[in-house]
């Protein structure tokens, strides 16, 4: 018979991992272990999840790291699981009754499936919910069937919702652990190139927690994106001579977006150290990505990236000239947060 371990990694979660842990208890002998992974918290989560553990009914470890990160986390707690399967749950999101059954049933049943994941719903800060069905909603479809629609979208295949075969798993080594953000996606595609044949199960069934203590705009989030464009380069780069544009064609779009969201977002607020960080960040992709320096760089983009570069001329540029924006290679959407 199958076994299922729970991997949660936790840093200063005391606000949340009561929940969390009360959600995987709720599943009953679907879950053979726990392993929670403490990486460096100094609030009192230890002590929480210590009191869980005593009335635990599975098998439950803990083990401490030091600040290592959640993608090292986890694939920590994945040596050491004794499960066939791994199921992730994050400190602050919360699995509801039946998740962990129905995502072991799956793989039960189909033996060429290496990992199987549900839609969410999203709640806030208080638990209230915001979204039902968040793949749904916005049009997601699922599982991806191509390289292109990995790239093109976030994926949004989140830990929380994810289980997934040991081996399989540890065979393209886990999570990379110089992500913190983006890991779900690069883990995904890499599971997609060896031959997960992931599968999808519509209905909702985690409450993906969304609050402020995270920010896009975070130097370390940022660096993730450029790392997880970097891994998905040197792995199919744009080939001239079968005309595929993986890279031109869709990863550069989706990124440059999630930069310009984030450079708007930073005007905004008139962070303009961050805003030109972010400009630099642009750059650094485009440059990286194409494999080309900034001086090979289209005119037009490189007049966009100057003006990205100045943020103050840029917001007054935004304001009143959206034509100039789409010449210089800025999404013209801007102008509508400066």
Known sequence: MSSVTVIMPVHNGEKYVSQALRSIAAQGDSVSEVIVIDDASTDQTMTLVAEFEQSSLVQFRTIRTAGVGQSAARNEGAQLATGDYLAFLDQDDIWLQGHAASLKAILDDNPSTSMVYSDVNTIDADGGLLIVRLNALAGNGHP?????????????????ATMVRRTD?????????????????????????????????????VHY??????????????????????????????NPRTRTYFIRDFLIPRLRQSFMMDYATALTIRDHDTARAIASDLRALLVSSTGRTSGQLNVRIRAGLWLLSHPGLAKIVLRSRPTILRRGGIPAELRFRA
Request: net charge negative; glycine share 10%.
């Open 209 to 238: 927690r969304v609050h402020g203590s995270g920010s896009s705009m975070s130097p370390t989030f940022r660096a993730s994106r450029l790392r997880f464009a970097a891994n998905i380069s040197s792995t199919v780069p744009d």
């Open 169 to 205: 798993f540890l065979s393209i080594g886990g999570f990379d652990e110089r992500l913190q953000g983006y890991e779900d996606d690069d883990l995904y595609f890499r599971g997609f190139r060896a031959g997960w044949n992931p599968t999808f199960v519509t209905g909702a069934l």
């Open 144 to 160: 991806k069937r191509s390289i292109t629609e990995i790239l093109e979208g976030d994926i949004m295949a989140l830990p929380s």
